[in-house]
Antibody, heavy 120, light 108 residues
Framework: QVQLQESGPGLVRPSETLSLTCAVS????????WSWIRQPPGKGLDWIGY???????NYNPSLKSRVTISLDTSKNQFSLKLSSVTAADTAVYYC??????????????WGQGTMVTVSS | SSELTQDPAVSVALGQTVRITCQGD??????ASWYQQKPGQAPILVIY???NRPSGIPDRFSDSSSGNTASLTITGAQAEDEADYYC???????????FGGGTKLTVL
């Protein structure tokens, strides 16, 4: 079955760029939408953005100016870059497969999540 | 602020039925999906696209929708159902994905 695994630094300095990668195993990345979602400590889920297997992407308007999601089909993985981070970006970051239809979106497979702390 | 509104907390007696609601204008046009999250774990999809359950999700979980409200119903709640529950859908102003604020379910 398809599994997702996030990787990247657990500590990022303020004003720097957060970079995470999600490795997809057990299936091809060349279908579906692939999303990043975050969860600040003790708070709810916040969608960051997605990339489609064709390379098209869409981002949360509140983060759009700072976010880039990219795809590497040769490595079967996708990545997140979030620039100019502050303490407010401290969160558990999840990658997830997004199953989308005409009138619904469902995140049916999730990575285990990785905690990223923004601190000097 | 989220465009999908959930009650912060709900409780249910063991074995009884509980309904967790999600309200938002976009639910008039789009289906909600529902997730269960236990402490320290990633969310799990329990319902999507009008009462579809992924493999392995018990049939005590069901969905109903009316107007601008989607409802996750747990019929015969079990101790292991104690968790946070989140809904998501599209929003009415173009944001492709929005989550509700979450509901903490306590099984008494």
């Amino acid at each position: 079955q398809v599994q997702l695994q996030e990787s990247g630094p657990g500590l990022v300095r303020p004003s720097e760029t957060l970079s995470l990668t999600c490795a997809v195993s057990g299936g091809s990345i060349s279908s579906f939408y692939w999303s990043w979602i975050r969860q600040p400590p003790g708070k709810g889920l916040d969608w960051i953005g997605y990339i489609y297997y064709t390379g098209s992407s869409n981002y949360n308007p509140s983060l759009k100016s700072r976010v880039t999601i990219s795809l590497d089909t040769s490595k079967n993985q996708f990545s997140l870059k979030l620039s100019s981070v502050t303490a407010a970006d401290t969160a558990v970051y999840y990658c997830a497969r997004q199953n989308s239809g005409f009138d619904f979106d469902a995140f049916d497979i999730w990575g285990q999540g990785t905690m990223v702390t923004v601190s000097s | 602020s989220s465009e999908l509104t959930q009650d912060p907390a709900v409780s249910v007696a063991l074995g009884q039925t509980v309904r967790i609601t999600c309200q938002g204008d976009s639910l008039r046009n789009y289906y909600a999906s529902w997730y269960q999250q236990k402490p320290g774990q990633a969310p799990i999809l329990v319902i999507y696209a009008k009462n579809n359950r992924p493999s392995g999700i018990p049939d005590r979980f069901s969905d109903s929708s009316s107007g601008n409200t989607a409802s996750l119903t747990i019929t015969g709640a079990q101790a292991e159902d104690e968790a946070d529950y989140y809904c998501n859908s599209r929003d009415s102003s173009g944001n492709p994905v929005v989550f509700g604020g979450g509901t903490k379910l306590t099984v008494l």
